[in-house]
């Protein structure tokens, strides 16, 4: 069976930047599942995938607007000290859930420079600006469920995700 659309795929893979080091990987471990064409993984290489089958192995380069995009200087912001009220020891490289502008997401920020009192945020991934590559094997590949379909990603074993940001009614 090929990789198309609404296909579950798992696969494994090593994850390497320009210089050759290794910044995650699958290997050893669970293979990553995701649903073919509801974008759950990285453009460049869900394009990649296409029409693969079981057994396939692919090196995939990627440019950072294929992967994790651009950095976005809009998605950098220098607040004030203020807004981590109750935080005692704030450090370069923690990270916070903070609302989106609308209110309606959830966005992921972390520290990347603190000033005395100026603390300065990135939403951005912390991939993003990177070119990547990625080394992957195509361990199974089987048409999706009329749930997985409904809500646009892989479900376990039991049917439910287990992931508590889906909301879907009478998935998590």
């Known amino acids: ?5 609404h296909k579950v795929v ?17 290997v050893g471990g669970d293979a990553l599942l995701y649903l073919h064409g509801e974008e759950n993984i990285v453009p460049g290489l869900e394009l990649a995938l296409e029409g693969k089958s079981v057994g396939d192995k692919l090196k ?9 995009g651009e950095i976005d ?9 203020d807004l981590f009220d109750g935080i005692d020891n704030i450090e370069v490289g923690m990270e916070f859930e903070t609302d989106s502008d609308d209110g309606n997401d959830v966005q992921f920020v972390r520290i990347t420079e603190i000033d005395g009192d100026n603390i300065t945020v990135d939403g951005n991934h912390p991939l993003a ?18 749930e997985e379909l409904e809500h646009g990603h892989v479900h ?8 508590e940001e889906c909301g879907e009614e009478g998935c998590c």
């Not at 995939?60 to 994790?68: I, K, P, Q």
């Open 129 to 146: 600006g990177q070119s990547l590559n990625f080394d992957v094997e195509i361990e199974a590949v089987r048409d999706a469920t009329e």
């Open 10 to 26: 798992s696969f494994q893979y090593t994850l390497s930047n320009d210089a050759g080091d290794v910044l995650d990987s699958s």
């Open 156 to 163: 376990g074993d039991g049917g439910c995700c287990g992931d």
């Open 1 to 5: 069976m090929q990789i198309t659309n």
């Open 73 to 81: 200087p809009a998605m950098i912001e220098i607040v004030s000290r």
């Open 60 to 68: 995939v380069s990627l440019e950072a607007a294929d992967a994790y």
